[in-house]
């Protein structure tokens, strides 16, 4: 981790971050492909996919979609409310973050799991909703965390950094940040298309159980870097 993460100010944050990437690509593959053409983790998308559906375009829900981004403010509204209240230890920041993410996907998943096939609107856009709610408190409380190149959602601004800075510091970070992004998706997708979509959603809640025990064993680590919050 210390070549992953250049600035060594962030202790063991970056590692936790970029188990929270993975799980990002998880569930955007499983809303994309079981839930009905809609992200959960990147709104951009989403605002583009609204773009699509007021304009007609065949196989776009733009109630779907609106469900999706009205929960992601939801949860990055409570994230924001985190970040305020815990902005002075990260460690438990993180941690906290972590855990109420854990709730709202195992619920999401618990619903999906009982719920008839093919997923009616309801289960489906309830666990929509859930998911998004717990991406949004996990992008409120990254942007709170201040840790450069490790969003844990959208890598535009990542990939850009690769190829405009080249082999800079931050270079190793980023390029983990595309990896982790992709095995995430490829392995929530290789479970959604040949298991289930219930099994890609328990690999989800399995890697934020990792991530959410290893936070709550940061506030053991003492250090600066659990009071440099960022902004």
């Known amino acids: 981790m210390a070549r992953l993460s250049p600035d060594r100010r962030h202790g063991p944050l970056p590692a936790l971050l970029l188990g929270l990437t993975v799980f ?17 983790a990147n709104m951009t998308g989403n605002v583009v996919f609204v773009g699509f559906a007021v304009a007609g375009a065949l196989g776009i829900s733009l109630a779907a979609t609106l469900i999706a981004l009205a929960g992601f403010l939801a949860g990055a509204g409570t994230g924001g409310r985190l970040v305020g209240r815990l902005r002075a230890d990260r460690a438990r920041l993180i941690a906290v973050a972590a855990t109420a993410e854990l709730v709202l996907v195992t619920v999401a998943t618990i619903l999906v799991a009982a719920a008839h096939r093919p997923l009616s609107a309801g289960p489906r856009d309830i ?6 709610a717990a991406c949004g408190i996990q992008n409120g409380a990254v942007r709170g965390l201040g840790v450069p190149d490790l969003t844990t959602t959208v890598l535009t601004l990542t990939l850009t950094g690769i190829a405009a800075d080249g082999r800079t510091p931050a270079f190793p970070t980023r390029v983990a940040a595309v990896v982790t992004m992709l095995v995430g998706a490829t392995a929530g997708a290789e479970l959604e298309v040949h298991v289930g979509i219930t099994a890609a959603l328990v690999l989800a809640e399995a890697i934020l159980v990792a991530v959410t025990t290893l936070a709550w064993n940061t506030p053991r680590r003492p250090g600066a870097w659990r009071a440099q919050a960022g902004h």
């Open 127 to 132: 666990a929509v909703a859930l998911l998004a």
């Open 24 to 40: 990002s690509g998880v569930v955007d593959a499983v809303s994309i492909l079981g839930l009905g053409r809609v992200f959960v």
